[in-house]
């Protein structure tokens, strides 16, 4: 049985794991396994720049912070050499981060174990499925560009017949001499 001291430093792990899985948007659990220095490095620097905190964790620990949220079915896949990808911004970011990884390097035995979205446990398919989505800020920008195409398109045509318009014979009729 562990001293108090390292029993109470333990459920301060736990703690803090349990408040950074509740503040998160999306976690990914990846096995690490076979993973170079060289690639991890930059997979790393990656996460950092697109907000995503990235850990290789302790799988008994986590097992009991994941439980404590009602992530029972995570438990499975916590063994071995287990990594935690979390996103409190974008819960897309993750899953996108982890998918290109694996995408661009294919010899690696990287794989992803599982994770969760917007609390809820999902699977690898649906990890692997929200990994070929845009960004947020991509998204918005291709729904608020369908919403202006059509209105664009009508600038467009009204433009086209005031310029055919003023330069076409209706401008010359009017502005012809009236006979009397």
Known sequence: MPNAKVLSEKQAVVAAMVQQMRDAKAGVFVDYKGITVEADTKLRSDMREN????????????????????????DPILNGTTALALS????????????NFIKNNPKLPYTVKGGFV??????????????????????IATVLGTLNAPIA?????????AEKQNGGPLEEAAEAPAEA
């Open 118 to 139: 917007e609390g809820k446990v999902v699977d690898v398919a649906t990890i692997m499925a929200l990994s070929e989505l845009t960004n947020k800020e991509q998204l």
């Open 88 to 99: 409190t911004e974008d819960p897309i970011a993750p899953c996108r981060m982890v998918g």
């Open 153 to 161: 398109a009508l600038a467009r045509v009204l433009n086209a017949i």
């Open 51 to 74: 907000n995503v905190h990235y850990a290789v964790i302790k799988n008994t620990l986590t097992r009991r912070a994941a439980d404590e949220l009602g992530f029972n079915e995570l």
